[in-house]
């Protein structure tokens, strides 16, 4: 596999940074990585270069699983349980509880745009 381009290697560089038992959405890593229209892009890049991140903690935008089209949709969320995220009855993610909201450490560590995650973060719901 080729080497990532630069936009590449900002989406993996994001999707590394997110912790255990939190989520990102493929828009909101799109938005991180500086391309606000991005998220399908997201989706190939994990698609292509997944499993050298924690892939499995970028979800679709209402909390859902959207890699059952690729046949690892079960994986994805086993893959989540085993890390503590729960899911609604209605089979999405708990975004009030599981959400990431990336702290001034991690905006400073990988020069995230602050405009940009203060946005995020005030349209998300708190974790706990």
Known sequence: MDKPNPFQERV???VR?????KVLSYGQVAMLAGAPRGA???G????ARGRTVPWQRV??????I????VGT???QRALLEKEGVA???????DLKKHQWRPGAHIVEKMHLPEDVVFEINRKLPFSK
């Not at 940074?17 to 038992?21: D, M, S, V």
């Not at 190939?44 to 698609?47: A, C, G, Q």
């Open 44 to 47: 190939r890049i994990l698609y």
């Open 12 to 14: 993996l560089d994001i």
């Open 40 to 42: 399908r892009q997201v």
């Open 87 to 93: 899911f609604t009855k209605d089979g999405v993610v």
């Open 73 to 75: 949709g079960a994986e």
């Open 66 to 69: 959207s890699t059952y089209k």
């Open 17 to 21: 940074a997110i912790p255990r038992g």
């Open 59 to 64: 979800i679709n935008r209402f909390g859902g």
